[in-house]
């Protein structure tokens, strides 16, 4: 990819793969898993519809689903697909913001795995809350045992040698040795797109127990977001919530 620009969409000599006239994304009306492809699309200026699904209207589109999951990505007139990894680099290879490099290809992915891994790590003390049944407690587990379960994984994530500052220090190493303030080469890439979102999450105030100004702890993950949210497509795209 070109390193001209950072939010260019990719020449001809990085992709020849033309943007679909029509695609649409779906998921629920929240950033979640899907939220780093709908940011690969706003970078890489490729139209799309973003369909947000309630959770009243999920009962009865998941059968409708191939794998009752979303998000779903729509191609034209294809079948849709799922797997948000997978969208994410389909895009990344649509756009430019997946290296034609193999050696930039494979640390891209490198980094797109770690930020998979960090957010498994927290899930448990997201879902908790939601779904009990899937840590093997009983669906009518009461809210007060919910929350206490949920202050509890919290505060495993957050103590000496738990994995928030674990892998917080693994993404600011990255950003320190690649030196160009994205993850990997001089330009954004799906690994950044990818990233934003996850940093976001932990500065939402939304997750009790985690410092909202955790990320600020680390300066090259700090210059990171500012240098993401000073690019026009990602301040616009956030600036309309």
Partial sequence: MSAASPVMRASPQASNISPPSKLKLTYFDLEGVAEKVRLALKVGDVPFEDERVDFASW?????????????????????????????????????????????????????????EDFAKAIAPSIYIDMRPHLFGYDENLPVEQRKEIQKKLRNNLMQEGGDVRRFLGYFEDILKDNGSGFFVGDSVTIADCAMLPQLRQLQSGRLAGIPVNIVEEYPHLTNFCNKMMSLPAVSQHYGSK
């Fill in 59 to 115: 009962q009865s589109l998941k059968p409708k689903t191939p794998y009752g999951q979303l998000p779903l990505l729509t191609v034209e007139e294809n079948a849709p697909v799922t797997q948000s990894a997978g969208m994410l680099r389909y895009v990344g290879r649509l756009t430019g913001l997946y290296p034609m490099d193999i050696m930039k290809a494979l640390k891209v992915d490198e980094v797109c795995g770690l930020q």
